[in-house]
Nanobody, 124 residues
Framework: QVQLVESGGGLVQAGGSLRLSCTASGRTFNNYAWGWFRQAPGKEREFVAAISWSGGSTDYTDSVKGRFTISRGNARNTVYLQMNNLKPEDTAVYYC?????????????????WGQGTQVTVSS
């Protein structure tokens, strides 16, 4: 059974930092691309960041460019999201996802597996 488990969320003041982790199990993820999405109350799930299967390409939504960094761990089943200079508008449930597309994927329906989400709350 494939599982993606996020961790690292929490409550932080504006300007602070958090590092989200996502660890997958149940199959080999060497050739998968990864993404982070978020969903705020009353809003649709939105793309945040993505990384290709090789780790050589990344993409970010404009609102997080220069503040967030997506990376893959040495173990190919782990992905991270370093979030710096957090803002109240970053408050949401953050989800990691894995796609067999291998290249950068920014749309939700091209991801094959999803985690259960981790809450990030940024206070002003």
């Amino acid at each position: 059974q494939v599982q993606l488990v996020e961790s690292g969320g929490g409550l932080v003041q504006a300007g602070g930092s958090l590092r989200l982790s996502c660890t997958a199990s149940g199959r080999t993820f060497n050739n998968y691309a990864w993404g982070w999405f978020r969903q705020a109350p009353g809003k649709e799930r939105e793309f945040v960041a993505a990384i290709s299967w090789s780790g050589g390409s990344t993409d970010y939504t404009d609102s997080v460019k220069g503040r967030f960094t997506i990376s893959r761990g040495n173990a190919r089943n782990t992905v991270y999201l370093q979030m710096n200079n957090l803002k109240p508008e970053d408050t949401a449930v953050y989800y990691c996802a894995a796609s067999f597309m291998r290249s950068i994927v920014v749309v939700t329906n091209l991801y094959d597996y999803w985690g259960q989400g981790t809450q990030v709350t940024v206070s002003s």
